[in-house]
Nanobody, 119 residues
Framework: QVQLVESGGGLVQAGGSLRLSCAAS????????MAWFRQALGKERDFVAQ????????YYADSVKGRFTISRDTAKNTVYLQMNSLKPEDTAVYYC????????????WGQGTQVTVSS
């Protein structure tokens, strides 16, 4: 059973930084893609960033390109999202997700961690 546990959310001022962590367990993830999504209050869940566990290839939403960095530590089975130059519009619940690399949808989700950016 895949388990994803996020941590690292909190309250930060605009322009500040936070690092989210996602501890993954229950599977060998070498053939998986891992991702971060976010959902602001009253809005749909949006894609933020993706990383291939195997070769580290990354992909970002345009809204976070140049400010956020996704990475993984294969020894710790942990995925990170480094968020810099945060804006109030980045306020959301951030979710870690996983899927087999050839799968079409993310089917494993964490419980989410709140990020609030004050202006």
């Amino acid at each position: 059973q895949v388990q994803l546990v996020e941590s690292g959310g909190g309250l930060v001022q605009a322009g500040g930084s936070l690092r989210l962590s996602c501890a993954a367990s229950g599977r060998t993830f070498s053939s998986y893609h891992m991702a971060w999504f976010r959902q602001a209050l009253g809005k749909e869940r949006d894609f933020v960033a993706q990383i291939s566990w195997g070769d580290g290839t990354t992909y970002y939403a345009d809204s976070v390109k140049g400010r956020f960095t996704i990475s993984r530590d294969t020894a710790k089975n942990t995925v990170y999202l480094q968020m810099n130059s945060l804006k109030p519009e980045d306020t959301a619940v951030y979710y870690c997700a996983a899927k087999i690399s050839f799968g079409r949808t993310y089917n494993y989700w964490g419980q989410g961690t709140q990020v609030t950016v004050s202006s």
